[in-house]
């Protein structure tokens, strides 16, 4: 069954750096999204991303942040300068239609020093 | 903005026992969705319903969409050690739906069942 894939599984960062993490949603789906969740909360959306540009995004996804499709298959998240307030796990997900089930990433678990 | 509430946030039970978290939205949903999280892994789409009054069945799972489509309930029976996780619902943005459906998650219904 085709999943979605993200890289890597754990990254490790000082405050202020700039970390790239990386999905590959499943080859037929066209909408994409970044979600985030702190340890014990809810999973709380990011951005969503469609023919190739952001169709929304929340009030957390500030000018840190921004997403690509650089390739057709990788679609990934950027945190320019990051703060100790982002470590939470990140998870992409993708969907074929707007409507119906979408299928999570295994996140990728950021930590900031 | 569109708020969805759920509750109980924990609830632990001995196996063999009945389960069931409720979830609320502020505003009228075109759909509900649950997923489950088990501990450390990703959320996983349980099921999705669209109808008002809508009851849907998987195996010991029922799952109910209110009326007013501003509800939902998913009920466990007979809870066996492997139903362990978070249980969230989660609602699209807006009552008419459209081409995005960015999801609102409740805060989920961790689930813990004593063998």
């Known amino acids: 069954e085709p999943e979605v894939t993200q890289t890597p599984s754990h990254q490790v960062t000082q405050m202020g750096q700039e970390v790239i993490l990386r999905c590959v949603p499943i080859s037929n789906h066209l909408y994409f999204y970044w979600y985030r969740q702190i340890l014990g909360q809810k999973v709380e959306f990011l951005v969503s991303?469609?023919?190739?540009?952001?169709?929304?995004k929340s009030e957390i996804f500030d000018d840190q942040f921004s997403v690509e499709r650089p390739d057709g298959s990788n679609f990934t998240l950027k945190i320019r300068s990051t703060k100790l307030e982002d470590s939470a796990m990140y998870f992409c997900?993708?969907?074929?239609?707007?409507?119906?089930?979408?299928?999570f990433g295994p996140g990728t678990r950021l930590t900031v020093t | 903005g569109q708020q969805v509430m759920q509750i109980p946030q924990y609830q632990h039970v001995q196996e063999g026992e009945d389960f069931t978290t409720y979830c609320n939205s502020s505003?009228?949903?075109?759909?509900i969705q649950w997923y489950k999280q088990r501990p450390g892994g990703h959320p996983v789409f349980l099921i999705q319903l669209v109808k008002s009054g809508e009851v849907k069945k998987q195996k010991r799972l029922t799952f109910q969409f209110g009326e007013a489509k501003k509800n939902s309930s998913l009920h466990i029976t007979a809870t066996q050690t492997t139903d362990v996780g978070t249980y969230f619902c989660a609602g699209p943005k807006g009552s008419s739906g459209g081409s995005n459906y960015k999801l609102t998650f409740g805060k989920g219904t961790l689930l813990t069942v004593n063998p």
């Open positions: 991303f469609y023919n190739n540009e952001i169709s929304e």
């Open positions: 505003t009228t949903l075109s759909n």
């Open positions: 997900a993708s969907i074929r239609q707007g409507v119906g089930e979408q299928y």
